[in-house]
């Protein structure tokens, strides 16, 4: 009886373990998300929209950031432990639109799908598709918006830009850019910014998209040009930044128009309360909940996310927002600035 028992106890066992190694073979499919940074507010939000619709979809993500804007080698160590992982797929925003090619390249070659946000690659045919503000289009916006705001004064602006990396990654350079298309500035090299020959430009300076940064650059730049009035930032906290530093200088007097990119709540915000002129507003949570559907469609069918007719991307939108609108320019209010911000 003894032996029987003992048997009969080896055999229940033999069935649980059975039961827990069938129950790991269907394991929820690893998926990832790949940040700049960690506590900026815009991938913050990306990574809130990618969290809730991966438990939605029953995945499994994991979510990755570097240390510093411009942060390469943590994204490429991130790449590296996911395919080392079996994931099925990420979404990343690059920091170097360049050096991250080659790890994209044999994250694909290992079958992942690699879907970029935000920030496409350089090429951009390096991921498999990309979701993300035209943000050429979104800079066009604010610059149409000044122009048309300084009227006649337009013609003679002096504008600081705030801008994000000495690598000039892509997203950095479209928004640059496009904020020069739209004010009505020759660009020379497309990919290129700080090789324009207009006098209205008073210089460009790195802020790493931080508030720290965005404030040392327009020091620097009102140092070299004690009469600017307009003051472009790559995003939000830049502005905020410049803003401290125009107020430090008493320049806080609406004598500098001051335009950004990004949309955050607290950017509109920012417009009420009359520091910040005019915002783009972009859909960061949109973004990473698209990448993540792809990715399940990916899995469940092998089918690769098409861009949006005539790009070479998926247009996730941009709005311009403001309390005092130019004609001919398109754009929403602050109230409903608010209700959509950063959705």
Same mark, same amino acid.
């Given at each position: ?6 048997? #009969?106890?080896?055999?229940? *066992? ?18 990832? @998300? ?60 690059? +920091? ?13 070659? =290992? ?31 604010? *610059? ?8 006649? $004064? ?7 830009? @705030?801008?994000? =990396?000495?690598?000039? /990654?892509?997203?950095?350079? @479209? ?5 020069? #298309? ?12 700080? %090789?324009?020959?207009? /006098? ?25 040009? /004690? ?6 930032? !790559?995003?939000?906290? =830049? ?7 125009? $107020? ?6 609406? +004598?500098?128009?001051?335009?950004? !990119? %990004?949309? +955050? ?5 920012? !417009? ?54 130019? #004609? ?16």
């Amino acid at each position: 009886m003894k032996t029987a028992n003992l048997w #009969k106890t080896m055999l229940a *066992g033999a069935v649980v373990f059975g039961f827990s190694a069938g129950t790991s073979a269907y394991a929820a499919d690893i998926v990832g @998300l790949i940040t700049k940074t960690e506590g900026n507010p815009y991938f913050v939000k990306m990574r809130e929209g990618a969290q809730a619709k991966a438990k939605e979809l029953g995945l499994t993500l994991r979510t990755y950031a570097g240390k510093y804007d411009g942060d390469n080698d943590s994204q490429v160590a991130a790449i590296e432990n996911l395919i080392a992982a079996g994931a099925k797929g990420f979404a990343i925003v690059p +920091s170097d639109s360049s050096a991250i090619v080659p790890t994209l390249e044999k994250a694909r070659k =290992a079958g992942l799908l690699v879907i970029d946000l935000d920030t496409p690659t350089d090429p951009i045919t390096a991921a498999d598709a990309t979701f993300a503000t035209d943000n050429f289009k979104a800079g066009e916006l604010i *610059g149409e918006w000044a122009k048309g705001t300084l009227g006649d $004064k337009a013609a003679t602006a002096k504008i600081a830009f @705030l801008d994000l =990396a000495a690598n000039q /990654p892509t997203v950095d350079y @479209l928004r640059d850019q496009g904020f020069m #298309k739209g004010f009505g500035i020759d660009i020379k090299d497309p990919k290129h910014y700080g %090789d324009e020959t207009d /006098p209205r430009i008073c210089g460009h300076q790195p802020t790493g998209g931080a508030e720290d940064g965005g404030r040392t650059a327009m020091e620097t730049l009102m140092q070299k040009c /004690p009469d600017v009035n307009v003051m472009y930032s !790559i995003n939000e906290p =830049a502005a905020a930044g410049g803003y401290q530093a125009l $107020k430090a200088a008493g320049k806080d007097d609406g +004598s500098v128009l001051s335009v950004a !990119i %990004d949309g +955050s709540c607290d950017g509109v915000k920012n !417009i009420q309360a009359a520091t910040l002129g005019a915002t783009s507003q972009q859909y960061p949570l949109k973004m990473a909940v698209m990448a993540m559907e792809a990715i399940d469609t990916f899995v469940k069918t092998g089918k690769k996310p098409q861009p949006t007719p005539g790009q070479q991307f998926t247009d996730t939108g941009a709005q311009l927002v403001t309390d005092h609108p130019v #004609k001919g320019v398109p754009s929403i209010d602050t109230k409903e600035g608010l209700k959509l911000c950063w959705g």
